[in-house]
Each structure stands twice: as structure tokens, then as C-alpha cells.
T-cell receptor, first 111, second 123 residues
Framework: KNEVEQSPQNLTAQEGEFITINCSYS?????LHWLQQHPGGGIVSLFM???GKKKHGRLIATINIQEKHSSLHITASHPRDSAVYIC?????????????FGEGTQLTVNP | DTEVTQTPKHLVMGMTNKKSLKCEQH?????MYWYKQKAKKPPELMFV???????INESVPSRFSPECPNSSLLNLHLHALQPEDSALYLC??????????????????????FGAGSRLTVL
């Protein structure tokens, strides 16, 4: 079992739909990242959070530390949101700190 | 400048070639990273440099040789690679390698900025 599990693996939506991507992890973490990777490779860091909720534009990220679960929501989705969304958790202390990545969720938003 | 720049974007090399991937950032970040990413898989950490010193080597084969000549530059020297080394190589940087959160507050110093990647094909 992976330490970081994302669901769904693939998601297809119509433009305008509300989208939720889930991330569950099984280890103690100091932070959780949501990343976006477009075709061609470049990765953009969307959020880093350790508690509560963060919002940036149409993106909302929440985390529940007790339940070891985070969600990424996209409101009013748009075709340009089509990308792979990756959840990554930071584990370990000081020199042993690591980012452990989920397998990613491929999102396709159709016009 | 808020970018991590990687060159080349694409590289094709034979198994006997010697080549290098380059990564540059001018954000004053003191931690730099190399990741390897195979198709439809998450990135895998290869190396971490902190203050120009190698902090983490994730048991990477010696045919990959990292170099950090100064705080803005990170190279990955490639020699005698195998076809299975074909992948997207991602460079990233952060203000520092790790700073533990204080009193429940996150340190933005750990946020990674990624480059666009160098796509390597080994023939």
C-alpha cells in the first residue's frame, strides 16, 4: 500500500463542473503539497498546508490531520485546468525530510 | 525572477555519450533538487543540495553525477546511461532544504519551485 493514495486516478468533467480530488496518507507529516503538472512536464506548486483550508482563485485545498486526508477542489472548472494533480506529503525531520508523492490524478475538462 | 530554468528541454544521447543537464535559479534559494520522472509516474527524488553541499543521494547509480558549482546552478552529468534511464528529469529549488514548522505555522521556505524539465532519451 502506498503511503500516499489519490483518488480518482482519472477524472473527466464538463466545463463549469465542481471537481474534487482526494488524497489520503498513512504517515505522520509536517506538510502536504498539491502540485499541478501540465503535459510536457512543468510542475507548479499550488498549495502547501498543514491544517485547515486555503483558497487561491478557483482552487480550494483542505486538510484534516486527524483523518489524514486532504482534498483539492476546483470550482467552475475550465479546459485549461486539464492536467495531472499530484498530492505530496513531507515526512521526516531535518536532514531526513522527504516529499512522498501520490500517483497523481489525471483531470480532463471538456468544453 | 521567480523561475527555475532547465536546459536542454530535450536531449537524445547514445549509451557511450557524455552529456550534462543544467538547472539555474536566481531566487536566492539555497536548496536544489534533482528528480527523475517516468511516464505516468510521480517524480522520484535523486539528489538534494543544501548550501551547495550534497545532502541527499537516493542511492542513484554513479552514471549520474550531480554538481553544484554555486548557489544558483545545479548540473547533472550523464555518462554511460542505459535506455531505461530515459525519463523526464526535473530540477527544483526551495529557500532552504527543511525548516520545521514553529508553533504549528508552516514555513514557506519549504515550497518547491520546479523547472519545466529536461526530457532525456537514451538510445
Amino acid at each position: 500500500k502506498n503511503e500516499v493514495e489519490q483518488s480518482p486516478q482519472n477524472l473527466t468533467a464538463q466545463e463549469g463542473e465542481f471537481i474534487t480530488i482526494n488524497c489520503s496518507y498513512s504517515v505522520g507529516i509536517s506538510a502536504l503539497h498539491w502540485l499541478q503538472q501540465h503535459p510536457g512536464g512543468g510542475i507548479v506548486s499550488l498549495f502547501m498546508l498543514s491544517s485547515g483550508k486555503k483558497k487561491h482563485g478557483r482552487l480550494i485545498a483542505t486538510i484534516n490531520i486527524q483523518e489524514k486526508h486532504s482534498s483539492l477542489h476546483i470550482t467552475a472548472s475550465h479546459p485549461r485546468d486539464s492536467a495531472v494533480y499530484i498530492c505530496a506529503v513531507r515526512t521526516g525531520e531535518t536532514s531526513g525530510s522527504r516529499l512522498t508523492f501520490g500517483e497523481g490524478t489525471q483531470l480532463t475538462v471538456n468544453p | 525572477d521567480t523561475e527555475v530554468t532547465q536546459t536542454p528541454k530535450h536531449l537524445v544521447m547514445g549509451m557511450t555519450n557524455k552529456k550534462s543537464l543544467k538547472c539555474e535559479q536566481h531566487m536566492g534559494h539555497r536548496a536544489m533538487y534533482w528528480y527523475k520522472q517516468k511516464a505516468k509516474k510521480p517524480p522520484e527524488l535523486m539528489f538534494v543540495y543544501s548550501y551547495e553541499k550534497l545532502s541527499i543521494n537516493e542511492s542513484v547509480p554513479s552514471r549520474f553525477s550531480p554538481e553544484c558549482p554555486n548557489s544558483s546552478l545545479l548540473n547533472l552529468h550523464l555518462h554511460a546511461l542505459q535506455p531505461e534511464d530515459s525519463a523526464l528529469y526535473l530540477c527544483a529549488s526551495s529557500q532552504v532544504y527543511f525548516r520545521a514548522p514553529l508553533q504549528g505555522r508552516l514555513s514557506g521556505a519549504n515550497v518547491l519551485t520546479f523547472g519545466a524539465g529536461s526530457r532525456l532519451t537514451v538510445l
